[in-house]
């Protein structure tokens, strides 16, 4: 059975820093890419970092130099080290896996983790 836990979410003060983990079981880990998605309250799911199985990374531009994404693949668990946080980074963190089977993406997903950041 597949799962994904995610952990670490909370509240945060503006400027200050969480770090999210996600924890894998039932499938072959390194040879996935590992990505953090985040939803806010009334807004589409956003992209926030990716890893592939060769540990090349991407952010997108509203969260690059602030959060890093990394993987222990010894552990099958993805983390999320997010610095500097502001109130837009309040968001459902949700971990995700995929990999190409196919010419088809075949994807999983954790429940999420909130996150909220407030003075």
């Known amino acids: 059975q597949v799962r994904l836990v995610e952990s670490g979410g909370g509240l945060a003060q503006p400027g200050g820093s969480l770090r999210l983990s996600c924890a894998a079981s039932?499938?072959?880990?390194?040879?996935?890419?590992m990505t953090w998605y985040r939803q806010a309250t009334g807004k589409e799911r956003e992209l926030v970092a990716t890893i592939t199985s060769a540990d090349s990374t991407n952010y997108p531009d509203s969260v690059k130099g602030r959060f890093t994404i990394s993987r222990d693949n010894a552990k099958n668990t993805v983390y999320l080290q997010m610095n500097s946080l502001t109130p837009e980074d309040t968001a459902v963190y949700y971990c995700n896996a995929f990999k190409w089977v196919g010419g088809q993406r075949l994807d999983y997903w954790g429940q999420g983790t909130q996150v909220t950041v407030s003075s």
């Open positions: 039932g499938f072959t880990f390194p040879f996935y890419a």
